[in-house]
């Protein structure tokens, strides 16, 4: 998909198109319209009977395509049409603001919470807006999140994993501080044993395991429930890691 608006125009006047065909992951030309941020063409499939409603393979809607690609104003355009539920559930029950966090589209995630976007609610996994938008690791958009009502700073995720941790994972050193600088806990530990040294190992980044051995309560040779340290974690893959 181009986003050529004369071309699918065309396609679309010879009436031998199916305006919600799919390709192989179930998608609609709409679909990956929105993805793209061709809302100029996303406005003319609509026109011309593309089904909003309709879901891919995953469970993914028009509206988690669009907070994926972030184009504001396709975002806007989706969020007006009739049928479009702004807290949608798509692949692994996530709704479209995780989606916006996790790639980084701060200006998405505010204008969906401007327009209801519930920030408090988790997927499949257990995790919430917070933990996509520090895996996503902008610190504008974490902060942005921080900064709304309901918001804990310590909730828990994937295998009681706290979104310090995962920013440690990634490799987002930044976000890091930020979530220690508005009082992340340090001390917790995740369902296997692991705490945030034992992540930022895991992510290899030297900068992020600095500043988390500069913190206080953080201990180099603890121990997970395997017994294993940071540096133990670092050298084997003996857990799943979603």
Same mark, same amino acid.
């Given at each position: 998909?181009?986003?050529?608006?004369?071309?699918?125009?065309?396609?679309?006047?010879?009436?031998?198109?199916?305006?919600? $065909?799919?390709?192989?992951?179930?998608?609609?030309?709409?679909?990956?319209?929105?993805?793209?941020?061709?809302?100029?063409v996303v406005e003319l !499939?609509?026109?011309?009977? #593309?089904?909003?409603?309709?879901?891919?393979?995953?469970?993914?809607?028009?509206?988690?395509?669009? $907070?994926?690609?972030?184009?504001?104003?396709? +975002?806007?355009? +989706?969020?007006?049409?009739?049928?479009?539920?702004?807290?949608s559930r798509g692949q692994?029950?996530?709704?479209?603001?995780? %989606?916006?966090?996790? %790639?980084?589209?701060?200006?998405?995630?505010?204008?969906?919470?401007?327009?209801?976007?519930?920030?408090?609610?988790?997927?499949?996994?257990?995790?919430?807006? !917070?933990? %996509?938008? $520090?895996?996503?690791?902008?610190t504008e958009t974490v902060?942005? +999140?921080?900064?709304?009502?309901?918001?804990?700073?310590?909730?828990?995720?994937?295998?009681?994993?706290?979104?310090?941790?995962?920013?440690? %994972?990634?490799?987002?050193?930044?976000?890091?501080?930020?979530?220690?600088?508005?009082?992340?806990?340090?001390?917790?530990?995740?369902?296997?044993?692991?705490?945030? !040294?034992?992540?930022?190992?895991?992510?290899?980044?030297?900068?992020?395991?600095?500043?988390?051995?500069? !913190?206080?309560?953080?201990?180099?040779?603890?121990?997970?429930?395997?017994?294993?340290? #940071?540096?133990?974690?670092?050298?084997?893959?003996?857990?799943? +890691?979603?």
């Amino acid at each position: 998909m181009k986003g050529n608006l004369a071309a699918v125009k065309r396609i679309l006047d010879t009436c031998r198109a199916d305006v919600n $065909c799919r390709d192989v992951g179930g998608r609609t030309p709409v679909m990956e319209a929105a993805f793209r941020g061709h809302g100029d063409v996303v406005e003319l !499939l609509v026109s011309r009977g #593309a089904d909003v409603s309709l879901v891919d393979d995953l469970g993914d809607n028009i509206l988690h395509c669009a $907070c994926r690609g972030g184009d504001r104003e396709t +975002v806007e355009f +989706v969020l007006s049409l009739d049928g479009v539920d702004i807290n949608s559930r798509g692949q692994g029950s996530r709704i479209p603001v995780m %989606w916006a966090a996790q %790639w980084r589209h701060r200006d998405v995630v505010e204008l969906l919470v401007s327009r209801g976007a519930d920030v408090s609610l988790v997927d499949d996994g257990g995790r919430n807006t !917070l933990y %996509w938008a $520090c895996r996503g690791g902008d610190t504008e958009t974490v902060e942005f +999140v921080l900064s709304l009502d309901g918001v804990d700073i310590n909730s828990r995720g994937w295998r009681s994993r706290t979104p310090v941790m995962e920013a440690a %994972w990634w490799k987002h050193r930044d976000v890091v501080e930020l979530l220690v600088s508005r009082g992340a806990n340090v001390s917790l530990v995740d369902y296997d044993g692991n705490n945030i !040294l034992h992540w930022a190992y895991r992510g290899g980044d030297r900068e992020t395991v600095e500043f988390v051995l500069s !913190l206080d309560w953080v201990d180099i040779n603890v121990r997970n429930n395997y017994r294993q340290t #940071a540096a133990d974690v670092a050298r084997v893959t003996w857990y799943t +890691v979603e």
